[in-house]
């Protein structure tokens, strides 16, 4: 069993503190580090990865620390973000350096397994500039998996690829997590996270805001108060209907219409057709007015 272990991690930088207290245990299967730009995502793998000391607190692996700590590295794998500048080399020859710098046996059988590994045999001899958005992403895979290691730490894997290169990255990612690793990729795209993680840990402007089951956190989303733009034939009319209905926490009265924060989401859908109805007033127009992804993150924080 290989668990990364997060106790009390902050990371600041001059005075921007960009991970703020964060304690979390990532173990086998895919783990989905959800959170908006900015929030933190990308320091908080650094540090896991061990690139990055923490400012305090401390990440382990299997009860190792890993900041400083050379025999971890090799349990370690990180594919970044940003993109290295290695274009002039060929996906074999990146490969093979990666090896070596492992210092692994037999770095050319090393090199070969992992480029099989991410089904980029074909390409090996061709420059990795110019590889196709999505083989780059493979071959930085296939660097990071080149010492065979359990942990795999992907920063924002899925970012300008195509529809077909995303499936083929995620069909990758699981086929990892079924032999047994521990792997955590971050996004800021809910369906992505869905898709492949059962387990999601959400960050917010470096705070840890939430964790556990996908589907518990997709609830509490559901579950918050939803904020509605509403304009009908006659708003002031419409406003005095839905209070006294009571599905409703607030109705303000804005030049653009009603803004109506619902209590239950399912209940004011329902019922304001009927209520608007019974008011002999016309709805023109219902659209949700908090549905980003922001707002879901900003809810979560709150609570
Ligand atoms: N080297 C640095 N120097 C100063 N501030 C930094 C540095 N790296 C990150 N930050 C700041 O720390 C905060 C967290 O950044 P980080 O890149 O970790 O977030 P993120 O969630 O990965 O965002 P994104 O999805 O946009 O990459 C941001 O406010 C960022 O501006």
């Known amino acids: 069993m290989t668990e990364l272990r997060l106790e009390g991690v902050s990371r600041w930088y001059g005075n921007v503190v960009a991970v703020n ?11 989905g580090l959800l959170g908006p730009n900015g929030a933190g995502k ?47 080399l060929t996906g074999e020859q990146f490969i093979l350096a990666m090896a070596k710098l492992h210092k692994l046996p037999d770095p050319r059988a090393a090199a070969q397994r992992a480029i099989a590994l991410v089904e980029m045999g074909y390409a ?29 730490l992907l920063d924002e894997p899925f970012n300008g690829m195509d529809p077909r290169q995303r499936l083929q990255l995620m069909d990758l990612i699981r086929r990892m997590a079924d032999e047994g690793r ?4 971050s996004s800021h795209i809910l369906e992505e996270v869905e ?6 840990e959400v960050i917010v402007a470096g705070r840890h805001a939430a964790s556990g089951d996908f589907r518990k956190i997709r609830r509490l989303m559901t579950d918050r108060p939803h904020i509605f733009l509403v304009r009908s034939s006659d708003d002031r009319r419409l406003a005095a209907a839905v209070i006294a209905d009571g599905s ?5 009265l804005t030049d653009k ?10 209940r004011f859908t329902w019922l304001l057709p009927q209520v608007s109805r019974d008011a002999d007033v016309r709805l023109w127009e219902v659209s949700p007015a908090d549905e980003s992804l922001e707002s879901v993150f900003s ?3 709150a609570r």
Do not use: C
Request: net charge neutral.
């Open 42 to 88: 990308s320091t908080l793998i650094h540090m896991m990865g061990g690139f990055l000391a923490p400012s305090s607190g401390t990440i382990s692996l299997d009860g190792a620390p890993i900041w400083q700590n050379p025999d971890i590295y090799r349990s370690l794998g990180l594919v970044p973000e940003r993109e290295a500048a290695y274009d002039f």
């Open 248 to 252: 409703a926490r607030s109705v303000q």
């Open 299 to 301: 809810y979560l924080v």
């Open 195 to 200: 898709r492949l993680a059962s387990h999601i």
């Open 124 to 152: 090996a001899d061709r420059q990795i500039g110019n590889y196709s958005k999505g083989m780059k992403q493979r071959i930085k895979m296939a660097s990071a998996l080149v010492h065979d290691p359990p942990v795999l």
């Open 182 to 185: 521990t792997i955590l990729f």
């Open 21 to 31: 207290g964060i304690s979390m245990t990532v173990g086998p299967g895919v783990t």
């Open 257 to 266: 219409g009603l803004t109506v924060e619902a209590v239950d989401f399912q």
